[in-house]
Structure formats: C-alpha cells, structure tokens
C-alpha cells in the first residue's frame, strides 16, 4: 500500500460528530501526526517550507501543516484543507519539485478535484449540517461492512439469549 492510501485508510477510522471546521482540520492534522509516528517516523506540525513569503516577509519562509522525516524514503509533506485553494497546490508542487512527496489532504463534502501529479489527493468524506447556533458542523463515521441478515443457503440458527430457556 503507498503512502497516500495508508493515510487515507488510518484516517478513515476517525469518528466524531459536530464538530467546527477548525476541530476537524486539527483532528485530522493530529491523526496525520499519530499515522507518521505509527509507522515509526519523525513527524513535525508546521514544518518549514520551501516556498518564501510574499513580500515583505520575503526573507521568511511559509509552513505546511505535517512534515514526515522518513529514514529510508523521501520526506512527506502534508497540507490539510477544507477548501480548495491554489496557494496550497502551488506549494505542494514546490515541495515535491524539491524532493519531497506532497499529499493534500482534502476534506469536506462531495467530489474533490484530483489534483495534477506530483501532488496526491487523500479525500476525507465528511457529513455536514447547519448546527444549533446555524454555523455548519461536520461528522465522520468509520465505515463498517453491513450485517449478515441471512445464512447463504437459507440455513437460520436460534440462537437463545443467555438465561432463556429453549
């Protein structure tokens, strides 16, 4: 499994309900960090860039949300956004022409553009609904396979609740 599915699996385990868009941004920032330190990798929260500031912060450099050192592999760097934003794409594209392998976590509802290689996508499926105080909130729920309902060949067993009698 590569990189960007390993992710997108370990973050499709999340659960939570109604929550802001700043708690799931920093949710899936902090399982992104958990996932890379699982794997036994140094991972950093907003690791130095390589793309300066625009002017006149030109001397300073931006920041991405999760920097992964890995000792036997290029360095991940990864960008977690709700929106889809081209400054987030333009530096992914500088970080992988450095060297790096960029993945872009996008999150939210409906379909998400797949961005041009480099960059990979890691889509995260949320539900979203006006909360109580109107402001959107969003939910995720692990996806679980259904329940079996019937045996295959129509073979139904009882099974009798503990201290029943048959």
Known sequence: MDVAEALRAHLDRLV?????????????????VDWAVGEG??????????????????????VVDVGIARPSAAPLVVE??????????????????????????RWGTGRFAVPERPVRLVAFQVISRRGPSGSRVHSHTAERPAPEHSAPDGDYRVVPIEGEAD
């Open 41 to 62: 990798w140094r991972a950093y929260r907003r690791a130095a860039s390589v793309v300066p500031l625009p002017p006149p912060y030109e001397q300073q450099f931006s």
């Open 16 to 32: 939570f309900a109604d929550r802001g868009t700043d708690e799931v941004t920093e949710l899936l920032i902090a399982a992104t």
């Open 80 to 105: 977690v956004d709700h929106a889809d934003r081209r400054r987030t794409l333009d530096k992914l594209a500088a970080e992988a022409a450095a060297g790096r392998e960029a993945l872009w976590v």
